[in-house]
């Protein structure tokens, strides 16, 4: 096949992929969007095997069969509540693959003196660099997000200098590679910095701030790619990896607008240290908690004209989605208005509550956008707080001195009544006292979240 | 096409593609961030292609040989892992639950006027 044919070829992939993301921007036809970009991946697939200079055909179809049965195998058995650490694993594979990819450029390029171009060596040395911290930097996220490693931030005094003295040690290999040299060590160097730093980066990192992380890795492996596009002069990869890239920072800058935290301040603000001092200081004191019994909500429910779920993480950790849909069908059926209002950091990476939620089958009209949902609070009954804190806390609004202040959060202390369903009084992912509990209008109703909805569901049945 | 001409117009290609990139993901609604970035995700594992061509070509010696097939298994594991956990997302998202079907789980005998 010659190369123009390959390359045209390559055109139609870049194509599909474009589809791929433009469906995506209509729910109905977006599953139909990603049959067509892995329509296009197997094309480009086929048209590499194609090319005259690919002679080892059975180790790479025996490299594919390894990789891609364990990605089917995974993908298919992954629960929906645990999509993030499967992302950040395919993230980081992603990541790996391109470093790796480099690694064997330069060793083959390298021994044959003077050869390495200068656009190259640089494209080789980003590619290697990027890839490699995506790499690491996924795993610690992965291991954090699957609970094998704590998911509190992980500090010690000059961190940032030995993160920076890291870093500055991988680049300066890279540097050296780029300016001409052919030292195999060199890459050792540069890949063994940048897995390093790509581990002290994202261990300072609370769990809270996952969804940053993740859209930012995201970005990193796209860049990697897209190097590597360059490494070897191939279009498709420059494409596909700068689509990927652009998505990633865009969802990085968006995730962090809704904490209202700059990128800096997630990467190097290690929050969740800062938190328990601020904690004292929030203004709860002299306040009383009402708790409620499961049968006085349930009366509250049923009698209610419109009721607003706010989902956060705890619901789906306590696996009670399906029960709340259960529940708002049933509410439903009484001629109660439900809807779900999301925010944006709800769950653990971006737009995560809103997969949850479809997977209990709850109709994705009914999920409603932060945006769409605050103006709808001053007009409704009740609101079920199931398992969120930090995005419903007044302090964001109210307190200066609180370290979510400024964050956008849902206004749901505009509603007539605001049940919260909490395990107990204990504060949330972040650590932070909410005022909300201690508000007249709400009421608590303490245990588990899926054992209240359960009863919940009975009680209103008996109505 | 001499070698700087070809950069300048990878480079052009990369400029753009960065464009229609935050053109096209911007229309993308919340809803649908998560499966977004597994679909990127999936769109990513296209360092196979690389990853192919190096252990295509690269086969004077073993630590080459390693590398690249490392590198084909990750990013397979990428691509497959990928575009199958976005389908499964995708399937979910419905418009409306199938008029009665959904209502199986709590109440599938209840008469129907």
Redesign the interface.
Known sequence: MSRTTTDLLYLV?IVT??L???F??R??K??IG??I??AG?LL??AV??A?S????YW??VL??A???????V???R?K?TA?PQ??A???G??G???A??S???F??QAPMAGSL?V?IGIAIMLSALIGAISFAGSMVAFAKLQELIQGRPITYPGQQVVNALVLGGGLAAGIAIAAGGEEQWLMWVLLACAAAFGVLFVLPIGGADMPVV??LL?AF??L???A?????????????????????T??TLMMSRAMNRSITNVLFGAFGQVTAAAAASADTDGGTVRSATAEDVAVMLAYAHKVVVVPGYGLAVAQAQ?DVR?LA?LLEEKGVEVTYA?H?VAGR????M??LL??A?V???Q?K?MDEANPEFTRTDVVLVVGANDVVNPDARNNQGSPIYGMPILNVDQAQTVVVLKRSMSPGFAGIENPLFFNPKTVMLFGDAKDSITTLIGDVKGL | MSHSQLLVFELTILVLAIFLGFEVISKVPTLLHTPLMSGTNAIHGIVIVGAMVVMGHGHKDTLTWVIGFAAVILASANVVGGFVVTDRMLEMFKRRRPERAAKDDDQSTSPKP
């Open positions: 992939t992929f474009v791929a993301l433009a995506l921007s729910p109905d977006a599953r990603n049959w970009g892995a991946m480009a697939i590499t095997f090319q200079s690919i002679m080892s180790e790479i490299g594919m390894i990789g891609g049965g364990f990605g089917a995974a993908a298919r992954v929906m999509m499967m992302v694993l395919f993230n594979v992603g790996g693959a391109a790796l990819v690694w064997a450029e060793h083959r171009k656009d993740i859209s995201n492996t796209g990697a790619a897209a590597t596009g360059f490494e070897l002069e191939n279009n498709v990869l420059i494409v596909a990896g700068m689509l990927v890239g652009a998505s990633g865009l969802l399906h259960q069908d999301i944006p990476m971006p737009g995560h809103n997969v479809a997977e089958n109709p994705y009209p999920l956008e």
